[in-house]
């Protein structure tokens, strides 16, 4: 009986030990996460509706926002760079945006903001990005009632015709990907989010 005891506290212990372990590296993958966050600035554009004909001019507007604008952000060397380039351009962004909806006979309002703002665990080609609060220029057709459309601005992974430059930002977000267990860990990150969208997952883990 003693060493039936005995084996249950061992096992306890042990199962302690392990979870101890995945606690700690799932708060250094949250620490990684949360960096990742900090150091990245979205674009999302937000069609005035589902309708075909709307959903078309986001498409529009997309291209032509990259093609006139895209740019400037391949030039930045940090976020901090990247979100004041996107404050300051933010007249050019909402210029190229009407400019597209007037070509394709469409007077309808667009508005170009730099805000903050939650997203979902998202995929860009092989690179996935963790949910959470991003810097984000966010551009409105419309009543923005339809569904959107978003990319990577900084680092420049979605500019087209171009391969992203090596940046500190791209290397995190590589390197976050390469991790072991990324799925599940991205999986766990998600779900803290929704019920702790202020925090980064090591806050709330620990």
Known sequence: MKRFHT??????????????VM???LSVFGRECAQVRGDVVRLHILANSDSGYDQGLKLRVRDRILAQVG???SAQQSQADAKAAAVASLPEIEAAARAALIEAGCEAPVRAEVCSMYFTTRQYDD???????????????GTGAGHNWWCVMYPPICLPAAEPPESAALTEIEALNS?????????????LERFFPSKSISESAI
Do not use: H
């Not at 084996?7 to 101890?20: E, P, Q």
């Not at 690179?127 to 057709?141: C, E, F, H, K, N």
């Open 127 to 141: 690179l996935s990005l963790p949910a959470g609060i991003y810097d984000a220029v966010r551009v409105t057709i």
């Open 23 to 25: 606690l700690a590296n």
């Open 7 to 20: 084996t249950r506290f061992d096992c306890a212990v042990l199962l302690g030990i392990v979870f101890s």
């Open 71 to 73: 740019g400037i952000f």
């Open 179 to 191: 991790e072991p267990l990324f799925k599940p860990k991205l999986a766990v990150v998600e779900l």
